[in-house]
């Protein structure tokens, strides 16, 4: 079955502990994204990667860092988290028509 | 102005009832669109791609003017199963690197 995997899917963490949410899809995209969904805001994009070892900034990038080792996995990473990271993050990975596969979500709270 | 603008809603219609969204996007060459779905807490998924002559899939029409810059969305005959949010999402690069997401409406379809 087509998929994006993340993990985990719920994390309760405090200002300052690095974190990584994993992302794996399992298509053989070259394009995965993440994503950060807050109220009112609407999806917005962290970082994207093109392709292993390409990667680069999206609109709000700021306090995460991604790595593209290998092409199924994309995890994101929060070095020193902050209590304006609480969000839903999603992982996604594109296929050759545009098409975003969408990991279930991570549901993230910095107290 | 924001790179994608949609009504948040909520839009509220009975069972049956026809509803139309629209989506504006800034960027005059975005290059491809589409329409997700996304229920309570989960993950976006692909409703319809949106082509510039206009497509449809069962009771759902997805229109794109590109003189206006706006898609939208058109919903026959409401199902209770249609209440979800709608994202409209518009690709501005010929890549798909960089989607841009609007803040999505939300409907309920009332029995």
């Known amino acids: 079955e087509a998929q994006v995997t993340q993990n985990p899917r719920y994390l309760i963490t405090v200002t300052g502990k690095k974190l990584t949410v994993t992302c794996s899809q399992n298509m053989n995209h070259e394009y995965m994204s993440w994503y950060r969904q807050d109220p009112g805001l609407g999806l917005r994009q962290i970082y994207y990667?093109?392709?292993?070892?390409?990667?680069d900034k999206g609109d709000v990038p700021e306090g995460y860092k991604v790595s593209r080792k290998e092409k199924r996995n994309f995890p994101l990473i929060l070095e020193s988290p902050s209590p304006n990271q609480t969000s839903l993050y999603f992982c996604a990975s594109v296929d050759l028509g545009g098409e975003l596969f969408f990991g279930e979500g991570s549901r993230l709270t910095v107290l | 102005r924001k790179e994608v603008e949609q009504d948040p809603g909520p839009f509220n219609v009975p069972e049956g009832a026809t509803v139309a969204f629209n989506c504006t996007y800034s960027?005059?060459?975005?290059?491809?669109f589409f329409w997700y779905r996304q229920d309570c807490r989960k993950e976006p998924k692909l409703l319809m791609s949106v082509y510039s002559s206009g497509n449809e899939d069962g009771r759902f029409t997805a229109q794109l003017n590109r003189a206006s810059q706006y898609i939208s969305l058109l919903i026959r005959d409401s199902k209770l199963s249609d209440s979800a949010t709608y994202l409209c999402a518009v690709n501005m690069e010929t890549s798909y690197d960089k989607v841009i997401f609007g803040p999505g409406t939300s409907l309920s379809v009332i029995p």
């Open positions: 960027n005059s060459a975005s290059q491809s």
């Open positions: 990667s093109m392709n292993v070892e390409v990667t």
